[in-house]
């Protein structure tokens, strides 16, 4: 059974930096591209940054791009994302997901992050 | 980037009524690259199809997509209980990857 599971949501002040993990299980997670995909309260769905199975290819949305950074661990079976210089815009539950050619067929449960002083 | 619009915004239905959402490209999706997602509340949204018309695995048959260009569509023919939920468009045609706004499927 596929299992995403996120962690390292929280609570940060603006200006503040966070990391979100994803531990993967149940798939062969070197072979896969992965994503994180961003939903603000009460909003629709953001896609936020790509990762290709080898790390070759590495894509942002024009919004995090500077100040995110993804990467992952193929050896851990595990996704990553660096929150650096973050503001209120960037509150949201943030989602990792398995990258299928572009849309996502498993999603994490999904992980809270609130910018707020 | 490619803009998708979804309409209605809100659609009210009874169980067992046929339930249509559109969804439109601001720019032509080839490869009918477009996936349909379901989220109910407090949860991760789900992949009800991929390709434009392929249902993913597990997918109920009630469950089909259509279009292709700027136009596409989801169409559930009998809505049940457990479909009211809101209902996101998503094109990987070009980079950035977008969605839509949403559709509210709800009880009438």
């Known amino acids: 059974e596929v299992q995403l599971v996120e962690s390292g949501g929280g609570l940060v002040k603006p200006g503040g930096s966070l990391r979100l993990s994803c531990a993967a299980s149940?798939?062969?997670?070197?072979?896969?591209?992965m994503n994180w995909v961003r939903q603000a309260p009460g909003k629709g769905l953001e896609w936020v940054s790509s990762?290709?199975?080898?790390?070759?290819?590495?894509y942002y949305a024009d919004s995090v791009k500077g100040r995110f950074t993804i990467s992952r661990d193929n050896a851990m079976n595990s996704l990553y994302l660096q929150m650096n210089s973050l503001s209120a815009e960037d509150t949201a539950v943030y989602y990792c997901?398995?990258?299928?050619?572009?849309?996502?067929?498993?999603w994490g449960q999904g992980t809270l992050v609130t910018v707020s002083s | 980037e490619i803009v998708l619009t979804q309409s209605p915004a809100t659609l009210s239905l009874s169980p067992g009524e046929r339930a249509t959402l559109s969804c439109g490209a601001s720019?032509?999706?080839?490869?009918?690259?477009l996936a349909w997602y379901q989220q109910k509340p407090g949860l991760a949204p789900r992949l009800l199809i991929y390709d434009a018309s392929s249902r993913a695995t597990g997918i109920p048959d009630r469950f089909s997509g259509s279009g292709s260009g700027t136009d596409f569509t989801l169409t559930i023919s009998r809505v049940e209980p457990e479909d009211f939920a809101v209902y996101y468009c998503?094109?990987?045609?070009?980079?950035?990857?977008?969605f839509g706004q949403g559709t509210k499927v709800e009880i009438k």
């Open positions: 990762i290709s199975s080898t790390r070759t290819y590495i």
């Open positions: 998503q094109q990987y045609h070009r980079s950035p990857w977008t």
């Open positions: 149940g798939f062969t997670f070197n072979t896969y591209s």
């Open positions: 720019q032509s999706v080839n490869s009918r690259y």
């Open positions: 997901a398995t990258d299928k050619g572009g849309y996502n067929d498993y």
